[in-house]
């Protein structure tokens, strides 16, 4: 299965914008679609963001939409999610998955550890 690294997380002022790096080795990254959640303390993983296998198509929680934008790089076997005008609600860790056409979390068989995005108000 592909292994997966996220990378980006950091801490920044409200409005302000950060861009997040998701690393896939193992299996060729190209036959997979990928998604970014999140999990807020005390709540549950929360979809984002998900990309058809070569790119094509895309799908927003509503939450984000306008804001954050997934993308893939499949010669470089990694994943992207660029966030703009972010807010408070925004904090959370972020995990990259991949392998479904879900947007629920248990729907997906790899997961990153996690990168921790911290947006102050």
């Known amino acids: 299965q592909v292994q997966l690294a996220e990378s980006g997380g950091g801490l920044v002022q409200a409005g302000g914008s950060l861009s997040l790096s998701c690393a896939a080795s193992?299996?060729?990254?190209?036959?997979?679609?990928m998604a970014w959640f999140r999990q807020a303390p005390g709540k549950e993983r929360e979809f984002v963001a998900w990309i058809s296998w070569n790119g094509g198509r895309t799908k927003y929680a509503d939450s984000v939409k306008g804001r954050f934008t997934i993308s893939r790089d499949n010669a470089k076997n990694t994943g992207y999610l660029q966030m703009k005008s972010l807010k408070p609600e925004d904090t959370a860790v972020y995990y990259c998955a991949s392998g479904a056409l879900t947007t629920a979390a248990d729907g997906y068989t790899s997961w990153g550890q996690g990168t921790q995005v911290t947006v102050s108000s």
């Open positions: 193992g299996r060729s990254f190209d036959l997979y679609t």
